[in-house]
């Protein structure tokens, strides 16, 4: 068993819902591996506290607005995955059963025993809240996911991305991060796309400016370029005419900044 693996079997353990070849597997991997046995002891923490917690039932607009969010979610999730072109590529079943298990636990929050701290004449307070935690595990499935081993993990990470609805600005440096300096072409090629759809904001539209002069990928550097000409970015002029000029660049490189030159002017 691996550290994925016992992640997606946490809840189910603490549940006596294994069978006994996999909870021997289990109580093994907990004993060998300091991570997950930490990991184990948080939610085992995490249920008790939730258990210790008063029976209340929510009202019928809390679990009509929890409703209508997992539609919403559903429905992105839906188009997330129809989307054409190879930089949308589908999260693993891996990282989906975290996602599952995690929301599983929310939902258990809210709609099982409400916490006394939630009052109930407030509920697009728990609404908010609960559409808070949802965002913060997609983060940390990102972050996870950009330090995978495999290149094709890290373009299902930076793909992901685009599922986080107002990405802070440790999402957006965690791409710009993987952009400048991931080892695969591919990776890097997939991050652009990721950030394109973010270019309302001045951080990320500064940032692809800088951006183009650090790569050495003629795909990316013409992606890149496409992407600021699109934008009308004529703060990247300056490093479109480097390219231009640039006598290590090859002849589609040149000829594409040169097009959005003209266009920029």
Do not use: W
Request: net charge neutral; aromatic share 6%.
């Amino acid at each position: 068993m691996n550290c994925n693996n016992f992640e997606t079997q946490i809840l189910d353990f603490l549940n006596k819902e294994l069978n006994t070849e996999q909870e021997a597997a289990f109580t093994a991997h907990a004993n060998n591996c300091a991570y997950c046995a930490k990991e184990l002891a948080g939610s085992k923490q995490m249920l008790e506290l939730i258990n210790r917690q008063p029976e209340i039932k929510p009202s019928p607009n809390l679990k009509h607005n929890f409703n209508q969010m997992l539609t919403a979610e559903i429905e992105m999730q839906s188009k997330f995955k129809n989307s054409t072109g190879n930089r949308i590529l589908g999260l693993n079943r891996t990282v989906l059963s975290a996602v599952a298990a995690a929301a599983i636990l929310l939902i258990g929050i809210f709609l099982g025993r409400v916490s006394v701290t939630f009052p109930l004449n407030n509920q697009s307070s728990d609404l908010n809240l609960l559409q808070n935690e949802v965002k913060e595990m997609k983060e940390v499935l990102l972050y996870s996911m950009l330090n995978n081993e495999s290149a094709s993990e890290r373009i299902k990470a930076v793909n992901y991305a685009e599922q986080i609805p107002n990405p802070d600005s440790k999402v957006i440096d965690a791409l710009f991060n993987t952009l400048n300096t991931d080892k695969n072409a591919n990776v890097r090629l997939a991050a652009a796309y990721s950030l394109s759809r973010f270019t309302f904001m001045i951080q990320v539209r500064d940032s692809l400016v800088t951006a183009l002069g650090k790569q050495t990928e003629p795909i990316v550097q013409i992606t890149l370029i496409n992407l600021l000409v699109e934008m009308n970015e004529v703060k990247a002029l300056d490093e479109i005419k480097r390219l231009a000029n640039d006598p290590n660049a090859i002849i589609e490189v040149k000829e594409q900044a040169k097009k959005g030159i003209s266009k920029l002017i």
